[in-house]
């Protein structure tokens, strides 16, 4: 037994998004993860307080900060090839779940249980719809940063994650861009007063 899973788990700071494009600020997966744990939490309170459900926010909120370590043994694979065509998508996934399954390893066996279906995304269809949705408010909230700091580089990913998030089913989704979202613009000294 090698223990070594959270230690492995810590490296995600060293995997750049974004790739391909240039960026005045580079972010790494552990600050997206923890970005997309934030949001997720905060889908679910939206969808329990606003639209009367029943999401688990602390449960959104974990699988989301697990939700791309498998990226570590695999890299961050840039959406333009992950989803390229089918074949790529397909192959990508198993690549994915060879990586989790090798992190998995890591753990004692007694943990392994507990932690495989956070890295295998087994969630249930709400919540892995609620992580799924706050991740592409994270992409879509650094496209928004990267603009704003003059990077055009960000303005066709920022429209195509734009249209997305405007047609998703789920209404925590339109409720989150119509009330926090314009906050993300302000300066420091305008979200303080």
Known sequence: MNDSFFALISRMRYIRRWGLMRSTVPENIQEHSHMVAVLAHALAVIHNEKFGGGADPNLCAVYALYHDAPEILTGDLPTPVKY??????????????????????????????????????????????????????????????????????????????????????????????????????????????
């Open 84 to 193: 390229h065509n089918p074949e790529i998508k397909t192959a990508y996934q198993s690549v994915e779940a060879v990586a989790a399954d090798k992190l998995l390893a890591l753990l004692p066996p007694e943990f392994q249980g507990i932690y495989a279906p956070l890295l295998r995304e087994e969630a249930d269809l709400l919540t892995h719809a609620l992580v799924k949705a706050a991740d592409k408010l994270s992409a879509f909230i650094k496209c928004q940063e990267e603009l704003q700091a003059g990077n055009r580089e960000f303005t066709r990913a920022a429209c195509q994650i734009r249209a997305a998030l405007l047609e998703t089913p789920l209404p925590e989704v339109g409720y989150f861009m119509e009330h926090f979202l314009p906050a993300f613009g302000l300066t420091l000294d305008e979200v303080q007063s």
